[in-house]
């Protein structure tokens, strides 16, 4: 809320606070000050000058070069845009030499080859006004050649961020009361906010029905007739200019200084342009309303709307019609003040999107008793001002709502909860200065501008923020912790993370939204099986971001697009994150999280030694293997069938599929401009990683040497390794304890073996646990292992 | 006999001399040690020594053996020596090394893992929950009235069916008391979600940090030390914090924590980084209601929350000057980070 200085001044006296002090003083009780702006003509070098005459540029069509008095003796020639004045008019002149807001100096020059000596200024380039449309035209009793600063008081504005809780912050009397208890001193007690003396009137049935008490508490209006309309004075303009607002008329104006000096948002109806009394009810549904901001709105049932006879005239709390209110010709009014309820107001300004100062103040709750005193203010500041006769008495429907209940402080409870030992008077004494009464017994009469305080946890932060959080001690206690299952997990991903790393594998976070594009993908759903789905958005944001992803690859693949652009030569990214996915048959979304990895170019950094090895599809299963394989199962390659991977696999950990791989189809990588084969592999690291499994016991290192020997077999082309594997696997002879591959060979030529066919050389490892083996029980051991060859198939011995 | 072994031990020092290489040295080795050496063909000699001469002739012999093979060892050894210097020599050490490839974590992940380490030091573990969170753990449970502005269509992503993408860590929370008595002190790091357009300072999909400590007589001493030593953890141990009171439906009093930094080039200046506060007494009862017990009956327990933007801590701590760039993966940015 914008909060003029000079206004608070009307209820506090603040003339030995510096800025400064006043904004942390708010700041620190949860008052934030956002902003502080300088008031008021406090620049040097402008003064008031007089237009003597205006001529066209003769360059430009939308310019006018102007001679300007400006007390100096000698006229002054001023090139200007603005198009709002007329000559003989009194404006702010910058001299050469001033300095505006915003640092813009001002100095002599050409504007399209014309001499300009200086500028006249809007409000807003002098920061007095926020009115930016043309010149700010100046009194006529203005003396020419005068500073400006002589005729605007000097104000600074406080941007204050008031939080939704405190509504009885959003008007200048608020802002006082709350620096008042502050500040411990006193308000100045303004004649105009005394006890309300009208006399309430209970409304007859032609005068106002209200219907609608869940939505309207209490209804109130006075009639006043024989007003002049007609421009405010100038204390009241000033005032509102302060804040920002611009002066529309006197009746207009004066609704909306009592807003910001009370809080009370009022609303002033034309009474010639009212068809009868007036009806408080709900809408009829499909009703239609054009209001005040030229929007016509359509309306449902539950929604409160003022009306007449025959037609709404405004809809409650939030904005009257365009129609109903005053104008330049209006002579009788009728002045609304009222108490609506905040749920109401929140629902309807949610629904229609139409807020204003009014449905503002009301949605958060306004203070219920001060609504017959706002309508007397108003009341006799129109009648100084605008004239007219207002009626005795003030007609009311409804009841003004309950004030707040006393609210109960357990003094011991309070300091626990504080952490610090205030005494039960020294905590009194701070709710005393907010407003609040001692009844004894704990218990706190709340003002009925508090209706925030409704627990004791209540008064305890009013406590905390009056006394100052910084003079709370900070206490550094501590307690054992049990790690949890999340702990563990944590752990887990973390080292799986800092491997990759350590292995040159950049650790990568993308936005965990994907388009339909990317959904579309056979790649982005390698995981998903025909049952399982991906989670689409109900409403998303953009194209690009419309479900939620089932995978980390099409993220990864933007990545490695990216960087191939920025001419990235080694990629090698992984990312662990959320997926998410469900079951075509249950709304239930499953989240889990995988490892995505994807994998070309350089294996090692280029170098002057010569070229890195590209990446193959063996750098991506071994960096698997090495990463999943370690405990007692290990990890193994099946061959899977996918539309968009080349020599695709799935992964195993034992027996359980826990991921896959496979080189993305060619003809994709190419359009990613991805100069050599490109991986990409998934792991459910769900299924991957058993973050608290127990520790395994080690082995024994061996006692007696080992003995191997080479054996190559011609097997046909199309063998897998995995069969060859699994027959030394199954052979089970205590004495062959080990078998590796140890090289491939095949002729494309038919030369040395049919194409047909190919060699595949194994090591056999043979040891003993208790004896040095001799050669003739290897070579028993090794004759068996052949012998048994014709189990694997079309085998030969080479 | 023994002048002649003398003499010959005598040529032989002085030949060993002239072996300047292996060819002079095995050259060497047959003159004086081959099978037809001197010193070979001295020894056979040794048949025609008297009986009593003989140890001594025997003693000599050996002693001059045992001087020749050690010049031939000592030659040699200088030899490879000459050989290995020659080798190195020209090796240039201020030629670029062979460096591994180092990549590094992504500031996010770095920035969690500090403030997990620093809050697992204060006695604190980790807990999680779903990202597709029900309305009641996001916001029904935390205090947040159904006519609450983040709670529409327009600020949070909502599914068919009511569920929704969390808007905040702080529904682990809800999670966490649900199905664990106190005493609880939790963090729980992971993503949210808002309906924002992404520019340089919003991400639709942001990391948070959240976190709960519940117990009898935990107070806004606890949290003030709390988080006053997180964030002296993160950012250095004489990093000024102070609290600005503030508002949020799920903690009462709240706050908002500042600390103060000197950004690169600038004056230091206080810069929003969390929110705060005492658990709201209605958390607490929701919770009851929700589990069938009284174990966090408001009268009972008390607790602090907080929560902190991981994005934001990163922008600081770095100065990222585009929260896009955390998305985004260039190698050149994270590259940056490897040492870090």
Redesign the interface.
Same mark, same amino acid.
């Given at each position: 809320m914008n909060t003029s200085l000079n206004w608070l001044q009307d209820h506090i006296d603040l003339s030995d606070y510096s800025t400064d002090t006043l904004s942390d003083l708010l700041t620190f009780a949860g008052v934030e000050v956002e902003g502080v702006q300088a008031r008021g003509a406090v620049v040097d070098h402008v003064v008031v000058g007089q237009i003597k005459s205006s001529d066209p540029h003769p360059g430009a069509d939308r310019l006018s070069v102007c001679q300007v008095d400006d007390g100096s003796g000698t006229l002054r020639q001023i090139v200007c845009g603005a198009k709002n004045y007329k000559v003989d008019d009194k404006v702010p002149v910058a001299l050469p030499g001033a300095v505006l807001p915003g640092d813009f100096k001002i100095k002599e020059g050409k504007l399209r080859g014309v001499d300009s000596n200086g500028m006249m200024c809007s409000g807003r380039e002098l920061q007095l006004t926020e009115d930016h449309d043309g010149l700010l035209i100046l009194k006529t009793e203005a003396a020419t050649g005068m500073p400006i600063g002589e005729l605007f008081e000097s104000d600074t504005l406080l941007e204050l961020e008031i939080t939704p809780n405190r509504p009885d912050c959003l008007s200048h009397l608020g802002i006082a009361r709350e620096l008042a208890a502050l500040a411990k001193r006193p308000l100045k007690g303004v004649a105009h906010h005394g006890a309300t003396t009208v006399i309430q009137q209970a409304a007859k049935p032609e005068e106002i029905t209200l219907d609608a008490t869940e939505s309207c508490a209490f209804y109130t209006a006075r009639r006043i007739s024989g007003v002049t309309v007609g421009p405010s004075p100038d204390w009241l303009k000033s005032k509102l200019e302060a804040i920002g607002l611009r002066p529309i008329n006197n009746i207009v104006d004066i609704t909306n200084y009592v807003l910001f000096e009370m809080g009370q948002p009022l609303h002033a109806f034309d009474v010639a342009k009212l068809d009868g009394g007036i009806r408080v009810r709900l809408a009829n549904d499909g009703e239609k309303f054009a209001a005040l901001d030229g929007d016509e709105y359509a309306l449902q049932t539950n929604d409160l709307v003022i009306a007449d006879q025959s037609k709404v005239v405004a809809i409650g709390g939030v904005m009257g019609g365009e129609d109903s209110g005053v104008t330049d010709g209006t002579t009788d009014l009728l002045l609304e003040s009222a108490y609506f309820t905040p749920s109401h107001i929140r629902r309807i300004s949610r629904r229609l999107d139409l807020s204003s100062d009014s449905s503002y103040r009301f949605e958060r709750g306004i203070d219920p008793a001060q609504t017959v005193g706002a309508s007397e203010l108003a009341t006799k500041l129109i009648l100084e001002i605008a004239g007219g006769e207002a009626e005795d008495v003030l007609l009311v429907a409804g009841e003004v709502p309950a004030p707040p209940s006393p609210v109960t402080l357990d003094h011991g409870r309070a300091q626990r909860l504080l952490g610090v030992d205030l005494t039960e008077a020294e905590m009194g004494e701070i709710l005393t200065g907010l407003g609040l009464e001692s009844q004894g017994d704990g218990a706190w009469k709340v003002p009925t501008f508090r209706g925030d305080l409704e627990r004791h946890v209540d008064l305890v932060e009013e406590i905390a923020r009056v006394y100052g959080i910084d003079k709370i001690p900070a206490r550094e206690v501590a307690s054992f912790a049990e790690p949890s299952k999340e702990d563990a997990r944590y752990d887990a991903t973390h080292q799986l993370r800092q491997r990759l790393v350590d292995l040159g594998y950049d650790d990568c976070l993308t936005i965990k939204l994907i388009s339909d594009a990317q959904l579309g993908d056979d790649l982005c759903s390698l995981r998903l099986g025909r049952q399982t789905q991906a989670v689409p958005l109900k409403k998303p944001l953009s194209q690009d971001h419309t479900t939620l992803r089932p995978s980390v690859i099409p993220g990864l693949l933007d990545v490695a697009e990216r960087n191939i652009r920025q001419g990235a030569t080694s990629l090698k990214f992984f990312e662990i994150g959320t997926v998410f996915s469900k079951h075509e048959k249950s709304p239930k979304v499953l989240e889990s999280q995988q490892l995505g990895i994807v994998l070309s170019g350089d294996m090692a950094n280029p170098s002057w030694h010569g070229d890195a090895p590209g990446a193959d599809l063996y750098d991506l299963i071994g960096l698997c293997e090495a990463l999943f394989g370690g405990g007692k199962q290990a990890v193994s390659m099946r061959r899977l069938e996918q539309e968009s991977l080349l020599a695709a696999a799935e992964i195993l950990l034992g027996k359980t599929v826990i991921g896959r791989l496979g080189q993305v189809i060619p003809a994709r990588a190419r359009e990613m401009d991805c100069q050599g084969p490109l991986y990409v592999a998934e792991i459910d690291l769900g299924k991957a990683i058993k973050p608290s499994a127990p520790a395994e016991p080690v082995t024994d290192l061996p006692k007696f040497p080992a003995i191997t020997r080479d054996i190559a077999l011609e097997v046909p082309a199309d063998m897998e390794n995995a069969e060859v594997a699994n027959f030394f696997s199954k052979r089970n002879d205590v004495l062959l304890v080990g078998f590796k591959m140890f090289d491939l060979f095949a002729d494309p030529t038919g030369e040395k073996l049919p194409v047909d066919r190919k060699s595949v050389a194994y090591t056999l490892t043979y040891r003993s646990n208790d004896r040095t083996l001799k050669s003739e029980e290897i070579d028993k051991a090794h004759a068996k292992v052949l012998a048994a060859l014709p189990k694997l198939g079309d085998v030969r011995q080479r | 006999m023994i002048a002649q072994l003398d003499a010959i031990h005598q040529d032989a020092q002085a030949a060993i001399e002239d072996a300047r290489d292996d060819a002079a040295l095995e050259e060497f080795r047959i003159r004086f040690l081959g099978k037809k050496g001197a010193l070979t063909q001295a020894a056979a000699g040794m048949r025609n020594v008297s009986k009593e001469d003989k140890p001594a002739v025997g003693q000599k012999l050996n002693e001059v053996r045992k001087a020749l093979t050690g010049f031939v060892e000592a030659r040699s050894a200088e030899l490879l020596a000459l050989k290995d210097a020659d080798a190195a020599k020209g090796v240039d050490v201020t030629?670029?090394g062979?460096? %591994?490839?180092?990549?590094? #974590?992504?500031p996010? *992940?770095q920035v969690m893992?500090r403030g997990?380490s620093a809050l697992?030091q204060? $006695?604190? *573990?980790?807990?999680?929950g /779903?990202?597709?969170e029900t309305e009641f753990h996001c916001f029904d449970a935390l205090n947040t /009235?159904e006519?609450h502005?983040a709670r529409?269509?327009k600020d949070t &992503?909502? &599914?068919?069916?009511g569920?929704l993408?969390r808007t905040h860590t702080s529904s682990v929370q809800v999670r966490t008391m649900e199905t664990t008595k106190p %005493?609880v002190?939790?963090i729980a790091p992971g993503?949210a979600y808002r @309906?924002?357009?992404?520019d340089s300072t919003h991400?639709?999909?942001f990391?948070q940090m959240e976190g709960l400590y519940v117990a009898e007589?935990v107070? #806004? $001493?606890?949290l003030?030390? *709390?988080l006053? @030593?997180l964030f002296r953890a993160i950012f250095g141990p004489k990093t000024p914090v @102070?609290?600005? %009171?503030?508002?949020f439906p799920f903690t009462?009093?709240? &706050?908002e924590i500042d600390i103060k930094l000197q950004p690169k080039g600038q004056e230091p200046r206080w810069i929003e980084i969390a929110g705060c506060g005492?658990v709201? %007494?209605s958390v607490f009862s929701q919770i009851c209601e929700s589990r069938g017990d009284d174990v966090y009956d408001p009268d009972k327990v *008390?607790g602090f929350a907080f929560g902190l933007g991981l994005e934001r801590l990163a922008m600081i701590m770095w100065g990222i000057p585009d929260i896009r760039l #955390?998305?985004?993966?260039?190698? @050149?940015f994270?590259?940056q980070f490897a040492s870090a």
């Amino acid at each position: 809320m914008n909060t003029s200085l000079n206004w608070l001044q009307d209820h506090i006296d603040l003339s030995d606070y510096s800025t400064d002090t006043l904004s942390d003083l708010l700041t620190f009780a949860g008052v934030e000050v956002e902003g502080v702006q300088a008031r008021g003509a406090v620049v040097d070098h402008v003064v008031v000058g007089q237009i003597k005459s205006s001529d066209p540029h003769p360059g430009a069509d939308r310019l006018s070069v102007c001679q300007v008095d400006d007390g100096s003796g000698t006229l002054r020639q001023i090139v200007c845009g603005a198009k709002n004045y007329k000559v003989d008019d009194k404006v702010p002149v910058a001299l050469p030499g001033a300095v505006l807001p915003g640092d813009f100096k001002i100095k002599e020059g050409k504007l399209r080859g014309v001499d300009s000596n200086g500028m006249m200024c809007s409000g807003r380039e002098l920061q007095l006004t926020e009115d930016h449309d043309g010149l700010l035209i100046l009194k006529t009793e203005a003396a020419t050649g005068m500073p400006i600063g002589e005729l605007f008081e000097s104000d600074t504005l406080l941007e204050l961020e008031i939080t939704p809780n405190r509504p009885d912050c959003l008007s200048h009397l608020g802002i006082a009361r709350e620096l008042a208890a502050l500040a411990k001193r006193p308000l100045k007690g303004v004649a105009h906010h005394g006890a309300t003396t009208v006399i309430q009137q209970a409304a007859k049935p032609e005068e106002i029905t209200l219907d609608a008490t869940e939505s309207c508490a209490f209804y109130t209006a006075r009639r006043i007739s024989g007003v002049t309309v007609g421009p405010s004075p100038d204390w009241l303009k000033s005032k509102l200019e302060a804040i920002g607002l611009r002066p529309i008329n006197n009746i207009v104006d004066i609704t909306n200084y009592v807003l910001f000096e009370m809080g009370q948002p009022l609303h002033a109806f034309d009474v010639a342009k009212l068809d009868g009394g007036i009806r408080v009810r709900l809408a009829n549904d499909g009703e239609k309303f054009a209001a005040l901001d030229g929007d016509e709105y359509a309306l449902q049932t539950n929604d409160l709307v003022i009306a007449d006879q025959s037609k709404v005239v405004a809809i409650g709390g939030v904005m009257g019609g365009e129609d109903s209110g005053v104008t330049d010709g209006t002579t009788d009014l009728l002045l609304e003040s009222a108490y609506f309820t905040p749920s109401h107001i929140r629902r309807i300004s949610r629904r229609l999107d139409l807020s204003s100062d009014s449905s503002y103040r009301f949605e958060r709750g306004i203070d219920p008793a001060q609504t017959v005193g706002a309508s007397e203010l108003a009341t006799k500041l129109i009648l100084e001002i605008a004239g007219g006769e207002a009626e005795d008495v003030l007609l009311v429907a409804g009841e003004v709502p309950a004030p707040p209940s006393p609210v109960t402080l357990d003094h011991g409870r309070a300091q626990r909860l504080l952490g610090v030992d205030l005494t039960e008077a020294e905590m009194g004494e701070i709710l005393t200065g907010l407003g609040l009464e001692s009844q004894g017994d704990g218990a706190w009469k709340v003002p009925t501008f508090r209706g925030d305080l409704e627990r004791h946890v209540d008064l305890v932060e009013e406590i905390a923020r009056v006394y100052g959080i910084d003079k709370i001690p900070a206490r550094e206690v501590a307690s054992f912790a049990e790690p949890s299952k999340e702990d563990a997990r944590y752990d887990a991903t973390h080292q799986l993370r800092q491997r990759l790393v350590d292995l040159g594998y950049d650790d990568c976070l993308t936005i965990k939204l994907i388009s339909d594009a990317q959904l579309g993908d056979d790649l982005c759903s390698l995981r998903l099986g025909r049952q399982t789905q991906a989670v689409p958005l109900k409403k998303p944001l953009s194209q690009d971001h419309t479900t939620l992803r089932p995978s980390v690859i099409p993220g990864l693949l933007d990545v490695a697009e990216r960087n191939i652009r920025q001419g990235a030569t080694s990629l090698k990214f992984f990312e662990i994150g959320t997926v998410f996915s469900k079951h075509e048959k249950s709304p239930k979304v499953l989240e889990s999280q995988q490892l995505g990895i994807v994998l070309s170019g350089d294996m090692a950094n280029p170098s002057w030694h010569g070229d890195a090895p590209g990446a193959d599809l063996y750098d991506l299963i071994g960096l698997c293997e090495a990463l999943f394989g370690g405990g007692k199962q290990a990890v193994s390659m099946r061959r899977l069938e996918q539309e968009s991977l080349l020599a695709a696999a799935e992964i195993l950990l034992g027996k359980t599929v826990i991921g896959r791989l496979g080189q993305v189809i060619p003809a994709r990588a190419r359009e990613m401009d991805c100069q050599g084969p490109l991986y990409v592999a998934e792991i459910d690291l769900g299924k991957a990683i058993k973050p608290s499994a127990p520790a395994e016991p080690v082995t024994d290192l061996p006692k007696f040497p080992a003995i191997t020997r080479d054996i190559a077999l011609e097997v046909p082309a199309d063998m897998e390794n995995a069969e060859v594997a699994n027959f030394f696997s199954k052979r089970n002879d205590v004495l062959l304890v080990g078998f590796k591959m140890f090289d491939l060979f095949a002729d494309p030529t038919g030369e040395k073996l049919p194409v047909d066919r190919k060699s595949v050389a194994y090591t056999l490892t043979y040891r003993s646990n208790d004896r040095t083996l001799k050669s003739e029980e290897i070579d028993k051991a090794h004759a068996k292992v052949l012998a048994a060859l014709p189990k694997l198939g079309d085998v030969r011995q080479r | 006999m023994i002048a002649q072994l003398d003499a010959i031990h005598q040529d032989a020092q002085a030949a060993i001399e002239d072996a300047r290489d292996d060819a002079a040295l095995e050259e060497f080795r047959i003159r004086f040690l081959g099978k037809k050496g001197a010193l070979t063909q001295a020894a056979a000699g040794m048949r025609n020594v008297s009986k009593e001469d003989k140890p001594a002739v025997g003693q000599k012999l050996n002693e001059v053996r045992k001087a020749l093979t050690g010049f031939v060892e000592a030659r040699s050894a200088e030899l490879l020596a000459l050989k290995d210097a020659d080798a190195a020599k020209g090796v240039d050490v201020t030629l670029p090394g062979r460096r %591994p490839q180092q990549a590094a #974590l992504h500031p996010l *992940t770095q920035v969690m893992h500090r403030g997990i380490s620093a809050l697992r030091q204060m $006695g604190f *573990t980790l807990a999680a929950g /779903p990202e597709v969170e029900t309305e009641f753990h996001c916001f029904d449970a935390l205090n947040t /009235p159904e006519d609450h502005p983040a709670r529409n269509e327009k600020d949070t &992503f909502y &599914f068919a069916d009511g569920h929704l993408l969390r808007t905040h860590t702080s529904s682990v929370q809800v999670r966490t008391m649900e199905t664990t008595k106190p %005493p609880v002190r939790i963090i729980a790091p992971g993503s949210a979600y808002r @309906r924002d357009e992404i520019d340089s300072t919003h991400l639709s999909v942001f990391s948070q940090m959240e976190g709960l400590y519940v117990a009898e007589d935990v107070s #806004l $001493g606890d949290l003030k030390g *709390t988080l006053e @030593r997180l964030f002296r953890a993160i950012f250095g141990p004489k990093t000024p914090v @102070r609290f600005r %009171p503030h508002f949020f439906p799920f903690t009462e009093p709240s &706050f908002e924590i500042d600390i103060k930094l000197q950004p690169k080039g600038q004056e230091p200046r206080w810069i929003e980084i969390a929110g705060c506060g005492m658990v709201d %007494p209605s958390v607490f009862s929701q919770i009851c209601e929700s589990r069938g017990d009284d174990v966090y009956d408001p009268d009972k327990v *008390t607790g602090f929350a907080f929560g902190l933007g991981l994005e934001r801590l990163a922008m600081i701590m770095w100065g990222i000057p585009d929260i896009r760039l #955390l998305i985004e993966n260039d190698q @050149r940015f994270l590259r940056q980070f490897a040492s870090a």
